[in-house]
């Protein structure tokens, strides 16, 4: 599914489920940290986040609630993943091309980071993954096994 132009980073994604864990991941570092709201952590870690220091300042000035999709959209353009967990299936957001890095397109790498974080956190292989990469604004649904199969082929 294709994510329209004013389709908001929730709107689709959780289906209304009850909400679970959050997580930044760098797919980069691999470094990644647990969060309660998103937003609030892009606010607070300027240093993690990767947004550029004129972007975060004019983050500051946003109210956090109504601005959050504006402070998220600025941390996965600045390279991060955000994951969320809900009842019936995981949230994946990020912004990657399909330009060569390294041995692997970037999307790729972004979506191996997704599934070596995921694979040791979630038990049940076979949960869904709403993943939504905001750069070619493709929206899929895959399993976390299938994921894994994808990534390692």
Request: proline share 4%.
């Given at each position: 599914?294709?994510?329209?132009?004013?389709?908001?980073?929730?709107?689709?994604?959780?289906?209304g489920?009850?909400?679970g864990?959050?997580y930044?991941?760098n797919?980069?570092?691999?470094?990644?940290?647990i969060?309660g709201?998103?937003?609030v952590w892009?606010?607070?870690?300027?240093?993690?986040?990767?947004?550029?220091?004129?972007?975060?300042?004019?983050?500051l000035?946003?109210?956090?609630?109504?601005?959050m999709?504006?402070i998220?959209?600025a941390?996965?353009?600045?390279?991060l993943?955000?994951?969320r967990?809900?009842?019936?299936?995981w949230?994946?957001?990020?912004?990657?091309t399909?330009?060569p890095a390294?041995d692997?397109?970037?999307?790729?790498?972004?979506l191996?980071?997704?599934?070596?974080?995921?694979?040791?956190i979630?038990?049940?292989?076979?949960?869904p993954?709403?993943?939504?990469?905001?750069?070619t604004?493709?929206?899929t649904?895959?399993?976390?096994?299938?994921l894994?199969?994808?990534?390692?082929?």
């Amino acid at each position: 599914m294709k994510l329209g132009l004013g389709q908001t980073l929730l709107q689709g994604l959780g289906n209304g489920n009850m909400m679970g864990k959050g997580y930044w991941l760098n797919p980069r570092t691999s470094d990644s940290w647990i969060v309660g709201r998103h937003e609030v952590w892009v606010l607070e870690n300027p240093i993690f986040s990767g947004v550029p220091f004129d972007v975060h300042a004019h983050l500051l000035t946003l109210d956090p609630h109504k601005g959050m999709d504006e402070i998220r959209l600025a941390a996965i353009n600045a390279g991060l993943i955000r994951l969320r967990e809900y009842a019936k299936n995981w949230s994946v957001q990020f912004a990657a091309t399909k330009e060569p890095a390294g041995d692997l397109n970037e999307e790729m790498v972004f979506l191996r980071s997704v599934f070596l974080f995921l694979d040791e956190i979630v038990v049940f292989k076979d949960t869904p993954l709403v993943i939504g990469n905001f750069s070619t604004r493709v929206e899929t649904t895959i399993t976390l096994r299938e994921l894994g199969r994808k990534v390692n082929s």
